[in-house]
C-alpha cells in the first residue's frame, strides 16, 4: 500500500530566509506525485506535481520540488518565503488505476517578521 | 468558471441526528472523491465515484456512512446516527478522467462538521 510521511509537523521560518519541507513516500511503481497547500478555511490548491521526466519540478508561487527516487523523497523548497506563504502543507502520492491518492499528515508552516 | 462547491460550509448537530453533505463537482468532471480531515491529522479517502458508481468505498469508516452521486455530477454524503468521532472537515474533489496519465484533482472548501 502507498503511504507518505511527513516528518516536520510544524516549521517556523523568518521572512526571506529559505523553506524545505520533507516528503518520503512508499510505493512500488514510479509515482504521481503532488504538494498542496492549505490556507485556514480554505480547499488545499495543487503548488506542484511529479509525473516523468525532469526530477525538480517547478510550481506556482515560487516554489519547487525535487523527486529522488533512491530517497523515496519529494521534498518542497522555497528560496525565499513570504509572509502569505504561512499555511499547511501536504505531499501526496497518487497510484494508477483508479487513481487513489494518498496524503500525508501536513506540515504547518508559521512564518515570523 | 466555478470550481468545486459544498454546502453547507459549517454544520453543527447533536450526537445521534444524521446530516447531508453536498458537494457539486466541477461540470465535465467524471471523477469525484471524498475525503475526511481530523483535526491535526492528514485528508483520509473515504470513496470515489467514476460517474455514478463507486468502484471503491472502502475507505467508509463504517455503515453509518453512505454515498451517492446522481447525473454524474452532485454528490451527497450521509452520516447517520452522528457520533463525536465523525467531527472533522469533509472535503470533496473532483477530476477530468484522460485515458492515460494521472488527473488533478481539484478541490472544495470543504464543510466543517461539529457533532456536539
Known amino acids: 500500500a502507498q503511504s507518505v510521511t511527513q516528518p516536520d509537523i510544524h516549521i517556523t521560518v523568518s521572512e526571506g530566509a529559505s523553506l524545505e519541507l520533507r516528503c518520503n513516500y512508499s510505493?512500488?511503481?514510479?509515482?504521481?506525485l503532488f504538494w498542496y497547500v492549505q490556507s485556514p478555511g480554505q480547499g488545499l490548491q495543487l503548488l506542484l506535481k511529479?509525473?516523468?521526466?525532469?526530477?525538480l519540478v517547478q510550481g506556482i508561487k515560487g516554489f519547487e520540488a525535487e523527486f529522488k527516487r533512491s530517497q523515496s523523497s519529494f521534498n518542497l523548497r522555497k528560496p525565499s518565503v513570504h509572509w502569505s506563504d504561512a499555511a499547511e502543507y501536504f505531499c501526496?502520492?497518487?497510484?494508477?488505476?483508479?487513481?487513489?491518492?494518498?496524503f500525508g499528515t501536513g506540515t504547518k508552516l508559521q512564518v515570523i517578521p | 468558471g466555478a470550481g468545486v462547491s459544498q454546502s453547507p460550509s459549517n454544520k453543527v448537530t447533536e450526537k445521534g441526528k444524521d446530516v447531508e453533505l453536498r458537494c457539486d463537482p466541477i461540470?465535465?468532471?467524471?471523477?469525484l472523491y471524498w475525503y475526511r480531515q481530523r483535526l491535526g491529522q492528514g485528508l483520509e479517502f473515504l470513496i470515489y465515484?467514476?460517474?455514478?458508481?463507486?468502484?471503491?468505498k472502502s475507505g467508509l469508516p463504517s455503515d453509518r456512512f453512505s454515498a451517492e452521486r446522481t447525473g454524474e455530477s452532485v454528490s451527497t454524503l450521509t452520516i447517520q446516527r452522528t457520533q463525536q468521532e465523525d467531527s472533522a472537515v469533509y472535503l470533496c474533489?473532483?477530476?477530468?478522467?484522460?485515458?492515460?496519465?494521472?488527473?488533478?484533482?481539484?478541490f472544495g472548501p470543504g464543510t466543517r462538521l461539529t457533532v456536539l
Open positions: 474533489a473532483s477530476s477530468f478522467v484522460r485515458t492515460s496519465g494521472f488527473n488533478e484533482q481539484f
Open positions: 465515484f467514476q460517474g455514478n458508481s463507486a468502484p471503491d
Open positions: 501526496a502520492v497518487g497510484s494508477g488505476g483508479y487513481q487513489k491518492v494518498t
Open positions: 461540470s465535465g468532471h467524471t471523477a
Open positions: 511529479y509525473f516523468s521526466g525532469d526530477t
Open positions: 510505493y512500488g511503481a514510479t509515482p504521481y
